[in-house]
């Protein structure tokens, strides 16, 4: 999710009564710090493609960095006290992230592979709303902040919960109206009831809308891709590409050919519901498939 609802919940649970001095500190850089890896963006975008949600969201930088942080801290009050502290900070973190279509690489270094709750979109307005309300009415009523801090945490709980029920419906709905080899279901920026799917029947690929309410489906587009098409190929020895298809759970591309240069479009379905050419990678090549030009849009 974004930096300020990550600080936002460092200041959350800080008013669930850990008044040390430091605390809320400790809390707040903590819960931004698994974000570092965006550092990696000073080496092109196939860096940051590549490292960010990587070795900095994992069980090992969980285990070692509030081992840090309460040695650093620990002539502030403690450092198995500080250590506790920044294992709550660096870990809702870690679990925000996780519901995320993007996904992290949670178990890295054991895994490198992403994984992803698929329950809120990079964004989720209702999270972030919640939680400055909390702050907010807290630093109003100090007395009742703790209670007012474990309502916010219980109710963002509950709302994730129901989150992953309508999902799971949205799934099996989707299911009993499609026939399909792959269901795959995603929130959409600011939706409850309404899910982006992508279906994939042999070598076709459906993208389109669950709605809940209307008990309907609805398909936007349908792709079929050659991946046998030589510029395609080419297309995977580039370094953004690379980076692209490590996060990409849908990837798709299509090949255009223009006065004996071929660009090639790699998009990820999972997010196609977005206006513009959102987290698009590409690629144009000569006639003797040299790479000549490559970018990525987020």
């Known amino acids: ?17 850990f008044r040390r001095k430091a605390a809320v500190f400790v809390l ?28 900095s969201h994992g069980i090992l930088a969980l285990a070692v960095v509030p ?64 939680l400055l309300a909390a702050v907010i009415l807290g630093r109003m009523n100090k007395r009742r902040a703790a209670v007012i801090a474990a309502s916010a945490v219980l109710l963002i709980a509950g709302y994730l919960g129901g989150k992953a029920y309508l999902q799971e419906r949205a799934r099996l709905f989707l ?3 499609a026939d399909a080899n792959v269901y795959r ?3 959409l920026p600011s939706g409850v009831l309404r899910w982006w799917y992508v279906t994939k029947a042999g070598d076709e690929i459906s993208t ?18 050659d991946w046998t098409d030589p510029a395609i ?15 990409a759970q849908n990837p798709y591309a299509e090949v255009r050919r223009v006065h004996g ?26 006639g003797k498939g040299k790479i000549v030009k490559s970018g990525f849009k987020f």
């Open 185 to 187: 279901v995603y929130p």
């Open 28 to 55: 707040v850089l903590s819960a931004l710090l698994p974000d570092i890896d965006y550092i990696s963006r000073f080496w092109g975008v196939a860096a940051l493609l590549q490292y960010h949600r990587g070795i």
């Open 233 to 247: 190929i080419d297309s995977k020895g580039n370094k953004v590409v690379r980076g692209f298809l490590l996060f």
């Open 261 to 286: 240069v071929a660009t090639v479009r790699w998009k990820d379905l999972s997010y196609s519901f977005l206006p513009g050419e959102r987290f698009t990678a590409e690629v144009a090549m000569d």
């Open 67 to 130: 081992l840090i942080m309460g040695f650093i801290f620990r002539n502030k009050g403690g450092f198995f006290y500080y250590y506790f502290l920044s294992l709550l900070g660096y870990g809702s973190h870690l679990l925000l992230d996780l519901t995320t279509q993007y996904g992290v690489q949670i178990l890295s270094p054991l895994d490198w592979n992403r994984y992803s709750l698929d329950l809120t979109f990079i964004v989720d307005p209702y999270i972030s709303i919640g």
């Open 175 to 177: 299911k009993a109206g």
């Open 208 to 225: 389109g809308i669950v709605d809940l309410f209307m008990e309907k489906t609805f398909t936007y587009q349908k792709y079929r891709m």
């Open 1 to 17: 999710m974004d930096p300020v609802t990550h600080a936002l919940s460092g200041m959350v649970i800080q008013q669930l009564g």
